[in-house]
C-alpha cells in the first residue's frame, strides 16, 4: 500500500471528493451525449477551449516526438487529449480517480478508433503501481497532464511520478498558479471576494500552485521549470471576454512575460517540466523504489 497511515484519512478524502465531482459530471454525459459528441478527430490539437491553446501547444512541443512513444497521462479526465496522442501515434495510459470520467474516456478512445492504443486505469496517482510497469521496460517515454497537479496530494503525487519517469524522460504539467502570500491567498477564496467573484474551480480541495509546491517537486526533481502563460488575460475570472479581447490580451501576455522577467510571478498558468528524478524513498514502504534507483544510476 502507498499511503502511509497519517496520509491515508486526509488523501482518502479528497480521493472521494474528486471521484464524485467527476463521476456527477460522466454521469450526465454518459446519459445526454449522442455518439458523435465524443469523437476526437486527427489532426489539430482538440483544445477544451481558447484557454488551453497556448499552454497546451507549449507542454506537447515539450514532449515530442510522440508516434511510437509511450505517453501516461495523469488525470485523464474525459479522454480528449489521450485520445489525440493516440492518433498521433502514441502508446497511451490514462489513469484517474473517477472510474466514470475513464467510462467516458473508453467510450472516446473506442469512437475514435484507437481503442486499443489507448489503456485506462482507475487509481489516484498517489497510488499507482510503478512495479507494473518496471517489466513492461522501466517507465514511460513522457508523462503529461492537464490542469491535473492543484488537485493532487502534491507530496504523494511527485513521489509517485518521479518512480514512473525512463530515464532521461521528462513529465509536464499545466496548471494554475497564485503566487501571493497566504493572506492574500485566504482573502481571495474567503466566502466574501469568492460570493462575488467565484473561483473557476469544480472541488473543494483544488487549490492553485504556489512557491511552497514547486518545492515538494524540487523535493523529488533535480530539474523544475515553469513557464508563464496569461497575465492581464486573467481578467477572464471576473469578466466574460470577446474572443478579439482575450487574443488581444494573451498576446500582450505573450509579450509583456517574456520581456519583464519580474513579471513572471503574476502569471495565471504555468507549463511546469520536471525531470532528473532524485532518489528517494516511496511514502509509505520502508525502502526506496527500484525503478527510481535505475533512473538515478542513469542520469
Ligand atoms: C480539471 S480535470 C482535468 C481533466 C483533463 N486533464 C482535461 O484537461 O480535461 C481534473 C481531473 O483530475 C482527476 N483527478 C483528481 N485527483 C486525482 C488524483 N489524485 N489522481 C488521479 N486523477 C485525479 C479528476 O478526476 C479529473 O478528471
Known amino acids: 500500500m502507498l499511503l502511509t497511515d497519517t496520509d491515508t484519512v486526509e488523501t482518502h478524502d479528497r480521493h472521494d471528493h474528486e471521484a464524485e465531482t467527476y463521476d456527477a459530471m460522466a454521469e450526465w454525459i454518459l446519459a445526454t451525449w449522442e455518439d458523435d459528441d465524443y469523437l476526437i478527430a486527427p489532426g ?13 501547444t507549449d507542454a ?3 514532449i515530442r516526438p510522440l508516434a511510437g512513444r509511450r505517453i501516461l497521462e495523469v488525470g485523464a479526465g474525459g479522454g480528449t487529449l489521450a485520445v489525440w496522442l493516440a492518433h498521433e501515434g502514441a502508446e497511451v495510459v490514462g ?11 473508453r467510450r472516446r478512445a473506442e469512437l475514435s478508433g484507437v481503442g486499443d492504443a489507448c489503456t485506462f486505469v482507475h487509481t489516484p496517482i498517489e497510488a499507482f503501481a ?53 493572506p492574500v491567498r485566504a482573502l481571495r477564496y474567503s466566502s466574501m471576494v469568492a460570493r462575488r467573484f467565484p473561483p473557476h474551480t469544480h472541488t473543494e480541495d483544488e487549490r492553485s500552485l504556489n512557491d511552497g509546491d514547486l518545492e515538494v517537486m524540487a523535493k523529488h526533481f533535480r ?15 471576473f469578466v466574460e471576454l470577446s474572443d478579439a479581447w482575450w487574443n488581444r490580451l494573451e498576446a500582450f501576455d505573450r509579450r509583456f512575460l517574456a520581456a519583464v522577467p519580474v513579471s513572471r510571478r503574476t502569471c495565471r498558468m504555468a507549463v511546469i ?21 535505475q533512473q538515478e544510476r542513469s542520469t
Open 95 to 105: 489513469i484517474d480517480v473517477s472510474s466514470g470520467i475513464l467510462d467516458v474516456a
Open 60 to 62: 506537447i512541443d515539450q
Open 223 to 237: 530539474h523544475v521549470a515553469w513557464k508563464p502563460f496569461q497575465l492581464s488575460a486573467r481578467l477572464q475570472n
Open 44 to 56: 489539430p490539437i482538440p483544445f477544451a477551449n481558447r484557454e488551453h491553446v497556448d499552454y497546451l
Open 130 to 182: 510503478a512495479e507494473a510497469f518496471a517489466s513492461a521496460g522501466g517507465g514511460f517515454d513522457a508523462i503529461i497532464g492537464n490542469n491535473v497537479v492543484h488537485h493532487f496530494d502534491r507530496d504523494l503525487a511527485m513521489a509517485r511520478i518521479a518512480t514512473l519517469l525512463r530515464p532521461g524522460a521528462i513529465a509536464v504539467f499545466c496548471e494554475p498558479m497564485l503566487f501571493v502570500p497566504e
Open 273 to 293: 517540466t520536471l525531470g532528473l528524478p532524485r532518489d528517494h524513498t516511496v511514502p509509505g514502504t520502508q525502502h526506496s523504489d527500484p525503478i527510481n534507483h
